[in-house]
């Protein structure tokens, strides 16, 4: 029996000498908000995530240059197992292997470079580094980055698509006679993490599951909606790492393996949270931000959106903050107003139409606008 739900046959993995599934305790993990570059910055972080109880943490990077870096914090984190995300660039993967114990890859991200190489000769190299420096692995999807090829064949039906990708990527990874990974399907919204995790784990209940609902926002709310999808997962046995993703400052950030632990005890003593009403009204997700985000105001912002929009949390709409150029666009393509920043300005999204870029003082006055407008279409309506 596992520590928290009831114990699911997964198959045991070790990721740096932690085991992940095969009935193992659920591992927490949290990942660096910090610049990579800026070293002393990442490894403060690494070890007080590591100190708050993250059994693996993750560190982004997709640029070469970054690997210096990283080879140092690796130096300065003894006895930290962890965990690299390629994000858009995979090819730095035999770069970062020497100094990680996993890396994660997202099949979504695998067509943006080396366009005419087939996505199995991708995996199988990708393979092949994990072998050659003793990796685990994680296949990451997302629902705000599902391959075009899975869109196209499922369309309307994102959660199938997203669903079926990583099904697809398991069957690559199978092929190659590769068992060292884990699977994460992640979306902001609790109920599509339930529906995405169970019916995967129905198809594939030999592969350990990371469970994270991307974009959960500030807390409390961003643990209130985690907590809404963990619960009725491990409850099941279905999970077998998480991460709750929160929008934190720098000097909180450990709060979210504080939040994961808290999760899981309760999950295992049976305490189950009833919200009423909760989401139902106005939605804000927010990005966790990582090495990517552009302007340290970022949280900030977040925070100043929340307070902003105190007034229509009855109205049932949604706004998404988040951190950077690269995922910004795509991942407030589902909310009814868009932000995400840049170094020195902030832009802003009605649906799918730009409105354009607006200084951090400006962009406040200018959502208020706009979600006054909404507000009075949907009254009139
Ligand atoms: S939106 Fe950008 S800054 Fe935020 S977590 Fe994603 S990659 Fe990082």
């Not at 003894?78 to 390629?86: A, C, E, T």
């Not at 599902?146 to 099904?167: C, K, N, T």
Request: net charge neutral.
């Amino acid at each position: 029996m596992s520590q928290a739900g009831m114990a699911r046959s997964t198959r045991a993995i070790d990721v740096g000498g932690t085991q992940i599934g095969g009935g193992a305790p659920v591992v927490v993990q949290s990942m660096c908000a910090t610049r990579t570059m800026d070293i002393d910055d990442t490894v403060r972080q690494v070890h007080q995530l590591a100190q708050a109880g993250a059994g693996i943490v993750r560190i982004a990077l997709d640029n070469e240059k970054e690997v210096p870096a990283l080879k140092e914090i690796r130096a300065q984190s003894p006895g930290v197992v962890l965990s690299v995300d390629l994000q858009e660039n995979y090819r730095i993967a035999d770069k970062v292997g020497p100094y990680v114990d996993k890396i994660r890859y997202n099949p979504g991200h695998l067509h943006h470079i080396e366009k005419a190489k087939s996505i199995a000769d991708k995996v199988s190299w990708l393979v092949s580094v994990a072998r050659e420096h003793n990796l685990a692995m994680r296949v990451g999807v997302n629902c705000g980055s599902v391959a075009p090829d899975f869109l196209r064949r499922y369309p309307g039906d994102q959660l199938a698509a997203l669903i079926e990708s990583a099904v697809y990527h398991c069957g690559l990874l199978d092929d190659l006679g590769f068992t060292r990974f884990v699977v994460s399907l992640k979306d902001s919204d609790p109920a599509k993490v339930v529906e995405a995790n169970r019916r995967f784990a129905s198809q594939r209940p030999d592969v350990p599951l990371h469970l994270g609902v991307t974009e959960a926002g500030l807390p409390p709310d961003g643990i209130i909606k985690t907590r809404l999808a963990f619960e009725k997962l491990l409850a099941q046995g279905i999970g077998d790492t998480i991460r709750v993703s929160l929008t934190l400052p720098h000097a909180r950030k450990h709060e979210e393996v504080l939040a994961g632990h808290q999760i899981l005890a309760d999950v295992t003593n049976g305490h189950f949270i009833s919200v009423p009403d909760f989401g139902k009204g106005l939605n804000i997700i927010s990005c966790p931000s990582c090495s990517r985000v552009e302007n340290e105001k970022f949280v900030e912002l977040a925070e100043q959106v929340k307070e902003l929009t105190t007034y229509a949390a009855q109205h049932r709409l949604t706004i998404a903050v988040m951190g950077c150029r690269v995922n910004g666009p795509g991942e407030t393509d589902d909310a009814d107003l868009g932000l995400w920043c840049g170094p020195t300005t902030v832009n802003l999204k009605l649906k799918n139409r730009k409105l354009g870029n607006f200084s951090y003082d400006e962009v406040l006055a200018r959502l208020r606008t706009e979600l006054d407008r909404l507000i009075a279409e949907r009254s009139a309506a």
